[in-house]
């Protein structure tokens, strides 16, 4: 879990919603531009992310993943975001050697994906409103960010600490970057729901949670949960391994680990 913190009295004019879709509460924060305009591009772009739910839901049984799953319709025949979707799902299986995987007890859920690339999608999607100069989107804990709240301040992320509630792990910052994402991946919210792909049963890991720190939510997201399935020492060595990726491991122990270049990315 976290939360992007800024603000200041000289702090550009901000325009904030907040969205409940997809399962989950989506915090959507604009900084600059034109508020008509901002709030006009907010309500396309949380429109879209609940096209995504519609899209994708594996709850739904009239979603077109649902329908995919049962072989009703092909890949071919759904919206082009689908097969989009996909294609970068089987890009992570690839660089995460199978520890991500668009496949649970058998069937096609590419839910492991979806929420990190409808987050980096709309945020990006936002900055494309004229003047705007940062932008926040957080969806269920996981965070993308472009640009900057205000000149000479950057975001800040909290990160959640999962053994003691309503305290922080760990502080984010984007200082000398245009974009930033954090993602998390773990059993304090939501229990033991991350799937040994090898075993298709509940991954059994000494982690309580891995957070990922990187350019675009989209792979951190993915990141974040093949990491945890592996659990902290393999875990760890796979993601020093990755370019432009910094993160923070916490065992249920209480140990913290980092990838060496994390302390560059805390203020």
């Given at each position: 879990?976290?939360?992007?913190?800024?603000?200041?009295?000289?702090?550009?004019?901000?325009?904030?919603?907040?969205e409940e879709t997809m399962g989950t509460v989506f915090s959507l924060d604009v900084r600059g531009g034109d508020p008509a305009a901002v709030r006009a591009a907010l309500d396309k772009v949380v429109a879209g992310l609940h096209r995504v739910d519609e899209v994708f839901s594996t709850y739904r049984e009239d979603s077109q993943v649902s329908r995919l799953q049962r072989g009703e319709v092909s890949v071919g025949q759904c919206d082009p975001e689908v097969a989009e979707v996909l294609e970068l799902a089987a890009e992570a299986e690839r660089v995460s050697d199978g520890w991500f995987?668009?496949?649970?007890?058998?069937?096609?859920?590419?839910?492991?994906?979806?929420k990190g690339w409808a987050v980096e999608r709309a945020a990006r999607r936002l900055t494309e409103v004229p003047g705007v100069c940062g932008v926040s989107v957080n969806g269920g804990g996981d965070v993308q960010l472009l640009g900057t709240p205000e000149p000479q301040r950057p975001w800040r992320?909290?990160?959640?600490d999962p053994l003691r509630p309503g305290g922080l792990a760990a502080v984010v910052s984007a200082a000398g970057v245009r974009e930033l994402s954090v993602a998390t991946s773990g059993t304090a919210e939501r229990?033991?729901?991350?799937?040994?792909?090898?075993t298709g049963r509940s991954a059994v890991t000494d982690l309580v949670a891995v957070t990922v720190v990187g350019p675009r939510l989209t792979w951190t997201d993915c990141w974040a949960t093949a990491a945890f399935?592996?659990?902290?020492?393999?875990?760890?060595?796979?993601?020093?391994?990755?370019?432009?990726?910094?993160?923070?491991?916490?065992?249920a122990g209480d140990e913290v680990r980092c990838t060496d270049g994390l302390a560059t990315r805390l203020g």
């Open positions: 879990m976290a939360d992007a913190v800024a603000g200041s009295a000289q702090a550009p004019a901000a325009v904030r919603h907040v995987s668009t496949s649970y007890q058998g069937r096609l859920d590419p839910t492991g994906i979806v992320v909290g990160v959640s229990g033991a729901h991350i799937v040994d792909p090898r399935a592996m659990g902290s020492r393999e875990g760890l060595a796979w993601l020093e391994s990755l370019p432009d990726v910094e993160a923070l491991l916490i065992t």
